[in-house]
């Protein structure tokens, strides 16, 4: 079997009008006080891998068009729909008003690990990632709907914010995607 990796050509990459009209991926992404512009940047590039549907920048984290976010966003900044709020709290009271559920990622009393967390049909759902060191605001975490905790069996039980956003991404996404249930 032939293991010829793919050229850019046949990836069968969407336009930016194509990104744009596409149905997304229900969830929205909310970067509380993010203070890595790489970090921004990443997750605008995973959040064009895998259709989402929104990315609010809250606080101090700062927003497109600049260098540094957009050299790891390679353009992602440019398909991916996004606003800034400068406090997190008003984003997640107008989403809840909207119905959709909300999540804080992060380490909590009564927190639902990763793999036990069940996505249900037709719900919407907004995942808030926090400070690299201060993690998502106490204040965020009581609003939420809930905690969604990523398991971690090492010694530092701490991931970069970028590493997280795909974890939880790619696990949100593909139980929406790929679920028989």
């Known amino acids: 079997m032939e293991k010829r990796k793919l050229k850019n050509s046949e990836l069968d990459r969407k336009s930016i009008s194509e990104f744009k009209e596409a149905k997304k991926t229900p969830i929205i992404v909310i970067l ?3 203070r890595s512009l790489n970090n921004i940047g990443s997750v605008f590039r ?3 891998a895998f259709l989402i549907e929104k990315i609010y920048l809250c606080g101090i984290t700062a927003q497109p068009p600049h260098k540094d976010i957009h050299k790891t966003a390679l353009g992602a ?3 991916v729909s996004w606003s800034y709020a ?3 709290l008003d ?3 107008k989403l809840k008003e909207e119905g959709i559920k909300v999540y804080a990622i992060e380490q909590a009393e ?3 690990m990763l793999h036990n967390f069940k996505t249900e049909l037709n719900n919407k759902y907004a995942i808030v990632f926090g400070n690299e060191v201060k993690g998502v605001q106490q204040k965020v975490v009581n609003l939420c709907d809930g905690v969604i905790e990523i398991p971690q069996l090492g010694s530092k039980h701490s991931l970069n914010i970028s590493v997280s956003t795909g974890i939880v991404i790619w696990d949100l996404f593909s139980k929406m995607t790929f679920s028989t249930n």
């Open 32 to 34: 509380d006080n993010i």
């Open 110 to 112: 009564n927190s639902t």
């Open 86 to 88: 400068e406090d997190t």
């Open 91 to 93: 984003v997640i009271f």
């Open 77 to 79: 900044t440019e398909t």
């Open 46 to 48: 995973t959040s064009d």
